[in-house]
């Protein structure tokens, strides 16, 4: 995963708030990343929900949040109205960002290998640096921590 204290890579993604994503163009907003592995799943739809009860939170600490997988804006689009998320989510069709972040690795289930993402959040702070990182995220309890780690940043 990347490091702390590094400049975070730049991207640019499509939106479920209808916009493409500059990260370089939020600043010097901070923002935190929460990278997860699949639309409607437990985990990421627990993880997506709590993110969203705190999005205005985050707002009121000037911090931009942001889910990332490698869905289609499709499948977000239908995860964002089945769930009634507000939280936006940014699809990395083709993966770059995910391995630019170090969240795309070799996973391991049922005995069997396979390449998928590690549940991970990245929190960015105002200059673009990498302020903080959660490899292998444990999703109870961890936007709650987010958020505080984001308020700390101001």
């Not at 708030?17 to 939020?26: E, K, M, N, P």
């Not at 977000?76 to 972040?101: A, I, W």
Request: net charge negative; charged share 25%; proline share 5%.
């Amino acid at each position: 995963m990347i490091e702390t204290n590094q400049p975070a890579p730049d991207f640019i993604l499509p939106s479920t708030a209808g916009d493409d994503v500059t990260l370089s163009a939020l600043q010097p907003a901070p923002v935190a990343l929460f990278f997860y592995p699949r639309d409607n799943t437990s985990g990421c739809t627990k993880e997506a929900i709590a993110f969203s009860h705190l999005l205005e939170e985050f707002a009121t600490a000037g911090v931009k949040v942001f889910g990332i997988s490698k869905d289609t804006m499709k499948s977000h689009d239908k995860f964002v109205e089945k769930q009634n998320l507000t939280v936006p989510l940014l699809s990395d069709e083709n993966g770059s960002v995910c391995e630019d972040y170090g969240v795309w690795t070799e996973k391991k289930m049922y005995g069997k290998t396979f390449m998928g993402i590690v549940r991970s959040t990245v929190l960015i702070d105002a200059n673009g640096n990498i302020a903080r990182t959660w490899p292998k995220v444990k999703v109870d309890g961890h936007a709650e921590e987010v958020l505080a780690a984001a308020k700390a940043l101001s």
